[in-house]
């Protein structure tokens, strides 16, 4: 073990996380183990343990994290257009999908149904939710009844549809957003006053970088 080094508890949480989510992104969940995370970070197990009682704890925390930066990066801003706002969300959270395929996995497969997990992504799609419900034109409460609806819907449909790519990558990563985007769009259409993507056509197949 290397020496260790005297850190204040809050950056030696932040060693700690970094170690747990560079792990987490390099193996499978169930080959990722304490004692190499203590063993990475320079620190004994039972220091680990003070900050974090078990796996689960430390891959929730590391979870945890990741989606609050990738709300942080999620720039969703009116100036933009809206197909402008979708790619540019959809792209940040497909970076982190791939650089974390093995964690994303875990928190959607190895743990689904985890109530932990599943309220730290449950909490990142609502909060994306609420952020698109208000940049997009909305005439009146129930027009936002019903947008918020299809919103929850989709958001879901993507986490499935990444997912599954993940596992399997039947298309291209551009092809993959591109079917996000559109479905969305094709979803809101007939609820708002005007299309939102009038001129938007996703590639066709072959013309795909």
Request: hydrophobic share 50%.
């Amino acid at each position: 073990m290397p020496p260790r080094q005297r850190l204040t508890p809050a950056d030696r949480r932040a060693q700690l996380l970094a170690v747990g989510a560079r792990l987490f992104a390099a193996h499978p969940y169930a080959d990722v183990m304490m004692e190499e995370v203590a063993e990475e970070a320079g620190v004994s197990r039972a220091l680990l343990y003070r900050h974090f009682p078990s796996k689960h704890a430390l891959f929730a925390a590391v979870y945890q994290q990741a989606a609050d930066r990738l709300l942080a990066d999620t720039r969703l801003d009116p100036a933009d257009s809206l197909v402008e706002q979708l790619v540019q969300g959809m792209d940040v959270h497909l970076d982190y999908f791939v650089a974390n395929r093995n964690a994303v996995l875990a928190a959607n497969q190895v743990l689904a149904g985890d109530p932990v997990i599943q309220t730290i992504m449950t909490n990142e799609l609502d909060a994306l939710r609420a952020r698109l419900l208000n940049v997009l034109p909305l005439a009146d409460e129930s027009a936002r009844e019903a947008v918020s609806g299809v919103l929850k819907s989709w958001l879901v449909f993507v986490q499935v549809l990444c997912v599954d790519w993940l596992a399997h990558e039947t298309c291209t990563r551009t092809q993959l957003r591109d079917v996000c985007v559109g479905a969305v769009l094709g979803a809101l259409r007939p609820l708002l006053p005007e299309d939102p993507a009038p001129d938007w056509r996703p590639p066709r197949p072959g013309a795909d970088a």
